[in-house]
């Protein structure tokens, strides 16, 4: 009840905000004690049937002793998980101009779709008469990959970015032994500047790694790529636009020399979103790309995945694809499941990918169309630009003032003597409401922060954002460090001690230990 | 474009504040012969409206198994998702957010992620679990890198229970990193002998219970003699509420066990996204691939939680890390924290013995049914029958009634002479009138 009558209607005094609380909540910020300190063994959130009474057929195989779990009421569940979330900062919270990981809007379109039932509540192995529906929704996802990329074929199934990595670099592999060269073709080149997954992968699969170094200017050379070809190399795997926000100007000539040398070009597509429509992977003499749904076609995060890595291949790789993968029979789609009788590498999960991200890719790319996808990708390197050019005066770029693609990369030069580090800048964004950028990464730039901000953020919110950054820059330069290395001030936890983390490994709840008398 | 919030007047005062006549000149760095002239050939962009039509009709298309009896199983499994699970993974800040590398900020997402671990840990009897990887299939491949790391051999070998889509897996990955791995005869009826595929060089074995087939396993002595010949034993299971009413493979001694955790928590989704669960025993820890989450303090002396152990990962260790494994399945790891924190151990244990039971009332009905043979002796909420005919042909016959029938063998083993087996699984939300319709319509079409 509401009732102005008798009660005091003016704001009051502001002093005293500081106290502490019995509870140690503050308002809508409330602590939140693990599912088991807080749940019982004997409580369920949810209502089942008693069973039948049946001949039991398990064998000597039941359980003997408690598994250990605990269970919440429907109440409380909702409570427990919905406080959690509120200690979480999201696309939908504010800006996150994580470079290199594209966090761009999160249509919820997407999420309509991808739960319709005949998507969502269809198994994997049923008839695939009674699935035609969803291998027409591959199959046109399919289509649109290859339409973009200008690539004649493409495996769906890879379950994230790095996963298309090994699927492509797979490939590869098979095409080199197909030819008989699979003892002598070994090595694998990386540039410095690369995501860790790229050496990962190629050691995952027995390749050895020959880093190529970067040019003063931050991008790769054809005269450098020339000098460590040989008959030995298997692959470049190269990141475009790079990982320092660039294009690579002389891909294509490190293409021709690849191939030339009868090895393959794997490009790393996590940065596709700066070029969707502008230019295609395949007109640059791409082998193999990976596209990562969940960066350039807005599948969400979902604090780590699930992710999806479909992979395009050139003509040369296209018949090593792995199972499985569409065929038409008339008007009938068929998914071929078995990799006997064809040159399939082999089979990277165990069902047909990731369809719920399919699904979400496909509503994100119908509702954009052509001149939309390329719209997105201009914003987004306008936006990239945009901030580059507001923050050039006071922060340095370790490669000139050039426009970018669509991140902006700067070093730690002008922190020089501040006291201030990369880390802690990128803490003090969070006091200011924004998620860090992605910071000593790539590795061969000082201290590196890599802000891409996506063409999703408005004009007014770039404004903010920039003069968020230059008041944070001036007051480092202005000697306000405490600003800085206590950050963050605001946010639920204060910085957290990883070296204890790491040294003494606590990875699940264990009971306290009973307190006893002397 | 609804999601671009830019309008044209913007894009020109933009462009004249960093300087460049045109858009266009951004994109200079792209070689002009390189750069694209015109649209590329793909329709133009579309409303909420038409979109929604065009992939409804699309979804249309598909039988739902919701919608008809469906007794599909062999590797993923329809359960009812409580709403609040759904609703629950739709939270902005859980939906939205990205791997939880800042730690002061998703301590949301953190929470849930130690919470996982150690659900997962209770469920699989072993010391500690990982923060998911993609599904059970590409942890299984995981799992036998992991095993010859531990081991420094380079052998597995798997028997002929292991679901052969996660074999081929296992295959593809070994087979490329230059490993063995040597592939047991399909076994229906869990008569194999493992023990005897041990030699000094295996490094694992992997095994699967309920195996694809639906048997029960023990693996107790096989532990033992993996055990004594330096080998580990890799425990795998496709159907996570089975660990509700049977013993754990951490109790039966494995030493890795590897699941697919879509059961709790997540739909069919036509195969993916799926949740893969990974557990082992302490001192394997350090050689574990894919994200941990561990305890700390922050500054103030707060507990919180952070990613752990990261030397472990590719983007500390590059060429030397574990695993290239960088995204996984947190979302659905959330939606199976969130189902089984509903469930609790009482839910859980209610609703295998719903599913066990199910499955022994199909059973019987099916045995009931002449020419119908139940070849699975011990099971959990799936069984494998033989039938009087191919079974892919019935499958069909049955599909144009509506009833999804089950996985022939053949479509996962198609040269293997079992054609006229099939692979039936309950769960709890069969009803009885499900099983008994499946019998009666089996009938009529045999």
Redesign the interface.
């Known amino acids: 009840m509401l009732n102005n009558q008798g009660r005091p209607t003016a704001a009051g005094s502001a002093e005293g905000a500081g106290h502490p609380t019995f509870t140690g909540n503050r308002a809508l910020v409330q602590e939140?004690a693990?599912?088991?300190e807080i749940?019982?063994?004997?409580?369920?959130?949810?209502d089942?049937?008693?069973?039948?009474?049946?001949?039991?057929?398990?064998?000597?195989?039941?359980?003997?002793?408690?598994?250990?779990?605990?269970?919440?009421s429907?109440p409380e569940?909702?409570r427990?998980?919905?406080r959690?979330?509120?200690?979480?900062?999201?696309?939908?919270?504010g800006m996150?101009p994580?470079g290199s990981?594209t966090?761009k809007?999160?249509?919820r379109?997407n999420?309509?779709?991808?739960?319709?039932?005949?998507?969502?509540?269809?198994?994997?192995?049923?008839?695939q008469?009674?699935?035609?529906?969803?291998l027409?929704?591959m199959e046109?996802l399919g289509h649109?990959l290859m339409?973009?990329t200008a690539m004649p074929a493409v495996a769906l199934s890879p379950?994230?970015?790095?996963?298309g990595?090994?699927a492509g670099m797979?490939a590869i592999?098979a095409a080199i032994a197909a030819r008989g060269e699979a003892a002598t073709r070994s090595v694998v080149l990386v540039p410095e500047s690369a995501?860790?997954?790229n050496?990962?992968?190629?050691?995952?699969?027995?390749f050895s790694?020959r880093a190529v170094p970067a040019d003063a200017d931050g991008t790769v050379r054809v005269a450098e790529v020339k000098k460590l070809l040989g008959p030995d190399v298997a692959a470049i795997m190269l990141t475009n636009p790079n990982t320092c926000g660039?294009?690579e100007?002389e891909i294509?000539a490190i293409a021709d020399a690849m191939h030339a040398a009868g090895a393959y070009f794997y490009c790393d597509g996590a940065n596709f979103n700066a070029?969707v429509?502008?230019?295609?992977p395949g007109?640059?003499g791409v082998d193999a790309m990976h596209i990562n749904l969940?960066k350039t076609f807005s599948t969400?995060?979902?604090?780590?995945?699930?992710?999806?890595g479909p992979v395009v291949l050139s003509e040369r790789l296209a018949p090593f694809a792995?199972?499985p993968f569409l065929r038409r029979k008339g008007s009938r789609l068929e998914l071929v499941?078995?990799?006997?009788g064809s040159k399939a590498?082999?089979?990277?999960?165990?069902?047909?990918?990731?369809?719920?991200?399919y699904?979400r890719a496909?509503?994100y790319?119908?509702?954009?169309?052509?001149?939309?996808?390329?719209?997105?990708s201009?914003?987004a390197?306008?936006?990239a630009?945009?901030i580059?050019?507001?923050l050039a005066d006071l922060m340095s770029q370790p490669f000139g003032d050039h426009?970018c693609?669509h991140e902006a990369l700067f070093d730690d030069q002008w922190l020089k003597g501040t006291g201030v580090t990369t880390l802690d800048l990128?803490?003090a964004m969070?006091d200011e409401g924004y998620?860090?950028m992605t910071m000593y990464?790539p590795l061969v730039v000082h201290g590196a922060m890599l802000i891409e901000p996506t063409?999703?953020?408005?004009?007014a919110?770039l404004d903010l954002f920039i003069m968020a950054m230059r008041d944070l820059a001036m007051a480092a330069k202005a000697g306000h460090a405490e600003r800085f290395t206590?950050a963050?001030y605001h946010?639920?936890?204060?910085?957290?001690?990883?070296t204890?983390?790491?040294r003494q490994?606590?990875?699940?709840?264990t009971p306290p230990k009973p307190i006893t008398a002397e | 474009?609804?999601?671009?919030?830019?309008s044209d007047a913007?894009?020109a005062?933009?462009?004249a504040?960093?300087?460049?006549a045109s858009?266009d000149?951004?994109?200079?760095?792209?070689?002009a012969a390189?750069?694209?002239k015109k649209?590329?050939?793909?329709?133009?962009?579309?409303s909420?409206i038409?979109?929604?039509r065009?992939?409804?009709?699309?979804?249309?298309?598909?039988?739902?198994?919701?919608?008809v009896p469906?007794f599909?199983g062999?590797?993923?499994y329809?359960h009812h998702v409580?709403a609040?699970v759904?609703?629950?993974?739709?939270?902005?800040?859980?939906?939205?957010?990205?791997?939880?590398y800042?730690?002061?900020?998703?301590?949301?997402?953190l929470?849930?992620l130690?919470?996982f671990?150690?659900?997962v840990?209770?469920?699989t009897g072993m010391d500690?679990?990982n923060?998911?990887m993609?599904?059970?299939?590409?942890g299984t491949g995981e799992a036998v890198?992991m095993a010859h790391r531990i081991t420094r051999r380079r052998k597995a070998v798997l028997s002929g229970g292991l679901?052969r889509?996660?074999a081929?897996?296992v295959?593809?990955?070994s087979?490329?990193?230059?490993d063995e791995v040597v592939t047991l005869p399909a076994d229906m009826t869990a008569g194999e002998n493992l023990i005897k595929a041990l030699d000094p060089t295996v490094s694992c074995i992997v095994v699967q219970t309920p195996d694809v087939f639906g048997n029960?396993?023990?693996l107790s002595k096989l532990a033992e003699a993996c055990k004594a010949n330096g080998s580990l034993l890799i425990a795998v299971f496709t159907e996570a509420v089975s660990?509700?009413?049977?013993?754990?493979p951490g109790?039966m001694g494995a030493d890795i066990v590897v699941g697919?955790g879509q059961s709790i928590g997540n739909?069919?989704?036509?195969?993916?996204?799926y949740?893969g669960l990974f557990a082992t025993r302490q001192q394997y820890?350090r050689q574990m691939p894919g994200?941990?989450?561990?305890?700390?303090?922050?500054?103030?002396g707060?507990r919180?939680?952070?990613l752990?152990?990261?030397?472990r990962?590719?983007?500390?260790?590059?060429?030397?890390?574990t695993?290239?494994?960088?995204?996984?399945?947190?979302?659905?790891a959330?939606a199976f924290?969130?189902h089984?924190?509903?469930?609790?151990?009482?839910?859980?244990?209610?609703?295998a013995?719903?599913n066990?039971?199910?499955a022994?009332?199909l059973?019987?009905r099916l045995e009931g049914v002449p020419g119908v043979e139940v070849l699975t002796?011990?099971?959990?909420n799936e069984f494998t029958v033989r039938l009087p005919g191919r079974a892919d042909r019935i499958?069909?016959k049955l599909?144009r009634r509506g009833i999804?029938a089950g996985?022939p063998v053949s479509?996962l083993l198609?040269?293997a002479g079992l054609d006229d087996c099939l692979i039936v699984a309950a769960t709890?939300v069969t009803t009885?009138a499900d099983r008994a319709g499946f019998a009666t319509k089996l009938k009529e079409v045999l």
């Open positions: 939140e693990l599912l088991f749940g019982r063994a004997d409580t369920t959130g949810v089942l049937p008693p069973p039948p009474k049946v001949k039991v057929r398990l064998g000597k195989l039941r359980r003997s002793g408690a598994i250990g779990l605990v269970g919440l429907e569940t909702m427990h998980y919905v959690l979330s509120q200690k979480n900062y999201g696309i939908d919270t996150f994580l990981c966090m809007h999160n249509p379109l999420e309509k779709m991808a739960r319709l039932p005949g998507f969502a509540d269809i198994h994997p192995l049923q008839p008469s009674t699935v035609q529906g969803a027409k929704l046109m649109w339409t973009l379950k994230a970015g790095a996963h990595e090994l797979m592999k995501h860790g997954t050496p990962a992968t190629a050691a995952l699969i027995g790694v660039l294009f100007p294509a070029i429509g502008k230019t295609r007109d640059l969940h969400p995060h979902g604090g780590g995945g699930p992710g999806s792995p199972v499941e078995h990799a006997k590498f082999g089979r990277m999960t165990a069902f047909h990918g990731q369809m719920g991200m699904v496909m509503a790319m119908l509702s954009h169309g052509a001149d939309g996808l390329r719209q997105a201009e914003d390197v306008l936006n630009n945009y580059r050019a507001g426009p693609m990128a803490k969070i998620h860090p990464f063409e999703s953020e408005s004009r919110s206590g963050p946010a639920p936890r204060r910085r957290l001690d990883e204890r983390a790491a490994p606590v990875l699940k709840w | 474009m609804r999601y671009l919030p830019h913007d894009r005062a933009m462009l504040h960093i300087g460049v858009v000149d951004l994109f200079a760095s792209i070689p390189k750069r694209l649209l590329v050939d793909l329709p133009l962009a579309r909420e038409e979109v929604e065009e992939l409804a009709r699309l979804a249309a298309e598909n039988t739902s198994a919701g919608s469906s599909v062999a590797g993923a329809r409580p609040t759904d609703h629950l993974i739709q939270r902005s800040e859980f939906l939205t957010s990205y791997t939880p800042q730690p002061e900020i998703a301590q949301g997402t929470q849930v130690f919470e671990q150690t659900q840990a209770a469920l500690v679990a923060a998911s993609y599904d059970g299939s590409t890198l679901h889509h996660y081929d897996v295959r593809t990955l087979g490329m990193a230059g029960l396993r023990d660990l509700g009413l049977v013993e754990s109790a697919e739909g069919l989704n036509f195969g993916g996204p949740v820890i994200r941990l989450c561990g305890e700390t303090v922050d500054a103030s707060q919180g939680f952070v752990t152990l990261s030397t990962e590719q983007h500390i260790r590059r060429e030397k890390a695993s290239n494994i960088c995204t996984n399945s947190g979302l659905c959330l924290t969130i089984m924190t509903l469930l609790g151990e009482a839910g859980l244990t209610r609703l013995e719903l066990h039971a199910h022994v009332d059973a019987e002796r011990a099971f959990f499958v069909e599909a999804l996985v479509r198609p040269r709890e009885e």
